[in-house]
């Protein structure tokens, strides 16, 4: 069924790829930078879906949808944000095809039928709601507006790489309007904070709570907020940005409101999204040579049963137990799949499960139904044990948390053994090369030697973390005054 | 907060107009012909489909994702659908917009940004999508490939309206692959049925299911069913269509699989699919002049809890009521909204909910505390009745299957009555002029014939049901022999 992964110590690029294609999740279109994906890849994202769109809700959010074109006018409004999208924008300019008159058989597009203002599909979509939003904003009892959309995006990236990158990916953007700064900063804040519970109890990622430097920020913010998540080879990847976007849009679509008081002042905003990518740091956090490797909350199915039969009445046999542990099973809320094929051998089935990270596999043959037993397969650790059919709901649901609290464990060593603070550049381009990882290092806080500490090491500053101690120092480029050490790496 | 809507007698157009965007339902955008859906509107659309997607899942079919762009040259491999769709999509030219060396501040195209090859934004998949399912399937264990997507489409209509006929829309497109033509057909059934069961059992409207006449068929399909609704001003409304689609697009892609006899063949395939356009049926199936009324199958707050009070002791004695009526609703899985709002006056709130078609309001006031009281409203009958405390979980329970029923039944009365069989084009005319409503009459079968009444009557063949009697008889406008009846409408 499979032929066998690259290892990621060979390429890790190369395993994260075929990785991807042949665990079912995604492939390549044939659409420059646009990815299919696939129905076991999509699943877990639906399951990323369901979980974080609950969590926006209970904290009183609300869904709603805006067009998918941005009016060039409306683009070029808030002057930032339009220069930082503006290189890398797919541009509708005709609505209508028509035959070729050169080539039979063939369209072209209809030259009568050039649109009188260009419709960028949007890149993210402040322009367009914040233009909705003066129309919905007049006084202080319509705020905030607290409002999420589901969504396609697209940028023209040049390098695209399935998940981690690509030309159109789908995510989710809040779009938020409060009466005061404190509110918005707040309303920025909670959602970096949902974004980290989601990646670390969900996921299994651990992440650092930080604010990007000016250099890093989203074109248009006033701040940003992120996730920071570290991969298996020490390269880091930014998981969910949250902005604070002071009155950046409010003045470029002129949206004020009247206050208790009556007095005008324009809106404060916030934006924050996570994306498809989500589902690279997830394979590339907890994933091995075997394949991929799911915690049980996102894992779309969490037990898989394989029967080993030689003939129908074993299979019949087999099947009536099995019947009873699924019962059982999803009476406590764990989904089980029986995979019962009769197009392919056991030996293929486990492969296939194993390629395709399912938690936790269950095994039933002839003679254990004779000894009353299973035999138990772990994906996270590889081990397999032979259990009594008795006790086995418990075992399994007790399973469930073990295996999810392993992989966020194991993940979250591998990050802390992976945060190094280094005093020279020297040290600096030594740990970075050597190890990867984060660095914590001073920077004298201008974008001159960030930009130069880029330019020498390819190394970025990822975030400056919200928690820890802030010390002085001295920064390791230049020696001049740095107010807080910042974490540096190699990033996704 | 509202004003008062314009009456269905005086302007039923006018009305709906008035409603989509007074019920905070949708709005138009800046871009022309594409919709804002708002949070209430899309609140509805997503009970819509959550309850599509169990259904689809439920009967074995996956959710997966492809590209929102189609290369022009994958667009124009089915020739037939590359006719039906070339006229009004939207065409993607280059990928950057650069500073305008003409207008200061401005934006426009690269000229050095063009791309190489068109992408069409889809009007709809089949084209990407068979170009991928060639990957996908090679043998008989491949099928059958029962696959949706939930997506956005644009198609560059001239004429459009809220949810009705907007260019961008959202809706779920399936795609299957199946080894013999007679599965094939029965998926292509058996997903008509399904938007048929939805259509009535949730939206709480009556459809007819039939098929199109070959004028009236998807492009690219070989054989279309369909759901068609009555509207209150007597015209039709295609709700939803299924497609069997031969091997079509298999030919055109070339996806061929080899089945168990080890025999190459084409691959036969459906499409199917439904759209925010429900949103519109739903609206204009029930509402009034009073706003919308919604079925409690899909409404977002099938409840909604109005406090009385003069002070705020009085409000926190009939809160502590309300949380536990509140908690037991919920317990019944009865979703209920507390508008504990101090910044609107009850009469506000009342005005409120009946226009955004709550099927079942509650107010609560002191002296009902007193009384051991509450007074029930419900939204389809515009009734009002004071009931004990004692009891009332149940009585809602009741109602909300009572309301469900009947907007049905008053749906489908209204229906059936609309359903006239004539035999001559002068009682033709004259029921379609002065009654509406479908127009069951002989048709001779020929395009010729169907586009000759089309253009003296606006009314178009809606379908060819699949229940009911068929009898042969003459062509009301030709004399010519019949094979069967078959329903005329004038439609949306």
Redesign the interface.
């Known amino acids: 069924m499979s032929k066998k992964l690259t290892s990621r110590a060979e390429n890790y690029s190369k395993w994260y790829n075929e990785l991807v294609v042949e665990a079912d999740l995604a492939?390549n279109?044939?659409?420059r930078g646009?990815?299919?994906?696939?129905?076991y890849g999509?699943?877990i994202?639906?399951k990323m879906q369901a979980e974080l769109d609950r969590m926006f809700k209970e904290t009183g959010h609300?869904?709603?949808?805006?067009?998918?074109?941005?009016?060039?006018s409306?683009?070029?409004a808030e002057?930032k944000n339009?220069e930082g999208f503006?290189?890398?924008?797919?541009?509708?300019?005709?609505?209508?095809?028509?035959n070729d008159p050169d080539n039979p058989?063939?369209?072209r597009?209809d030259p009568n039928a050039k649109l009188e203002e260009?419709?960028?599909?949007r890149p993210t979509s402040e322009a367009?709601i914040w233009?909705?939003y003066k129309?919905w904003i007049q006084s202080y009892?319509d705020l905030p507006l607290l409002?999420n959309q589901w969504?396609?995006v697209?940028r023209?990236e040049m390098r695209t790489r399935l998940f981690l990158r690509t030309a159109?990916f789908?995510w989710q953007e809040g779009h938020t309007a409060h009466a005061t700064k404190a509110e918005a900063i707040t309303e920025a804040e909670l959602m970096n904070n949902i974004y980290a519970t989601f990646a670390e109890n969900f996921m299994a990622i651990p992440v650092i709570q930080g604010l990007k430097t000016e250099s890093e920020r989203f074109a248009g913010a006033d701040e940003t907020y992120c996730i920071e998540a570290l991969m298996q080879d020490g390269k880091a990847l930014q998981a969910g940005t949250s902005h604070f976007l002071g009155q950046n849009f409010a003045k470029a679509f002129d949206v004020k409101f009247t206050s208790k008081e009556g007095k005008q002042d324009y809106v404060w905003a916030t934006s924050w999204g996570v994306s498809t990518r989500l589902m690279g740091a997830l394979i590339m956090t907890h994933s091995d040579d075997h394949g991929l490797v799911l915690p049980p909350n996102l894992a779309p199915n969490q037990v898989v049963i394989v029967p080993i039969y030689k003939n129908d009445e074993q299979l019949d046999a087999i099947t009536e137990v099995v019947n009873g542990i699924m019962k059982d099973l999803r009476a406590k809320n764990i989904s089980v799949k029986y995979d019962n094929r009769d197009?392919y051998r056991p030996g293929a089935k486990f492969a296939q499960h194993e390629l395709q990270g399912v938690p936790l596999r269950i095994a039933i043959g002839s003679r254990d139904l004779e000894n009353g037993t299973v035999e138990l397969a772990r994906r996270d650790t590889l081990t397999k044990e032979v259990v009594a059919l008795d006790g086995l709901i418990d075992k399994v649901e007790g399973l469930m948390t073990e295996i999810q609290d392993t992989l966020f464990n194991k993940a979250k060593n591998y990050r802390d053994n992976h945060i190094t603070e280094v005093d020279t550049f020297e040290e600096f381009k030594k740990v970075l090369e050597e190890k990867g990882g984060f660095i914590s290092a001073h920077w004298d806080g201008t974008a001159e030697t960030e930009e130069k500490i880029k330019e020498i090491t390819k190394a970025t500053i990822r975030c400056m973390p919200l928690e820890g101690k802030i010390e002085k120092g001295i920064c390791v480029l230049t020696g001049r005054e740095s107010a807080r050490r910042v974490l540096f790496a190699k990033a996704y």
């Open positions: 492939e279109s044939a659409v646009c990815m299919v994906i696939k129905p999509f699943a994202w639906e609300q869904n709603a949808y805006f067009p998918l074109f941005v009016p060039k409306l683009f070029e002057e339009a503006a290189k890398e924008c797919a541009v509708v300019t005709h609505y209508r095809l028509q058989g063939k369209l597009v260009e419709l960028v599909v367009i233009n909705t129309g009892r409002i969504a396609n697209v023209w159109e789908l197009t």
